[in-house]
């Protein structure tokens, strides 16, 4: 909620630029009020043309290529750490993640690190929105999805 506020607040900071610079060019042409306005019109709706490719472009590329890049770079941390495989087939990713993290005995330091490191990951992409959350997020539950498989056909008894 505060990342909306704080968002929202920002683009209302930044009408004022906009506006001055409305201002500054009906003066310019000596212009009236209905030049200000269309002349603020015009850099608004540039502004907002703007956020609208960019977003549709930012998804475009996720879905064509860093989705793919991204689970492939968590598959290989949960490969290169030896992770281990599900306790059971319906264990969610957050859960298996905790599991690792709370379990003294079983696992050593560096399947326990690289289990806070994928929660760390999670937690640091939903602070910076709640679409690049959900990204990272869908990107390592691939990730994971895809090597527990692996792991599944390997040790099919999850032993």
């Known amino acids: ?27 310019f042409i000596g212009g009236h009020q209905r030049d200000f306005w269309t002349a603020a019109g015009v850099l608004i709706g540039g502004r907002v043309l703007y956020a609208v490719l960019d977003s549709i472009t930012s998804s475009i590329a996720w879905h ?6 991204t689970a ?12 281990p495989f599900r306790a059971y087939p319906a264990e969610t990713l957050a859960l298996y993640l905790f599991r690792i993290d709370q379990d003294d005995r079983e696992h050593t330091v560096a399947v326990k690190c690289a289990a806070r490191q994928l929660n760390t990951l999670i937690a ?17 539950n691939d990730a994971y999805n895809r090597y527990t498989i692996r792991s599944t056909i390997q040790n099919p008894l999850g032993v």
């Open 72 to 83: 492939g770079n968590m598959r290989k941390l949960f490969e290169d750490a030896e992770m």
């Open 64 to 69: 064509a290529y860093a989705r793919k890049r």
């Open 1 to 27: 909620m505060e990342e909306t506020q704080s968002k929202m607040w920002f683009s209302g900071v930044a009408l004022i630029p906009y506006l001055v610079l409305a201002g500054i060019w009906t003066w």
């Open 124 to 140: 640091q992409s939903k602070a910076d929105g709640i679409l690049q959350g959900a990204r990272m997020e869908r990107a390592i």
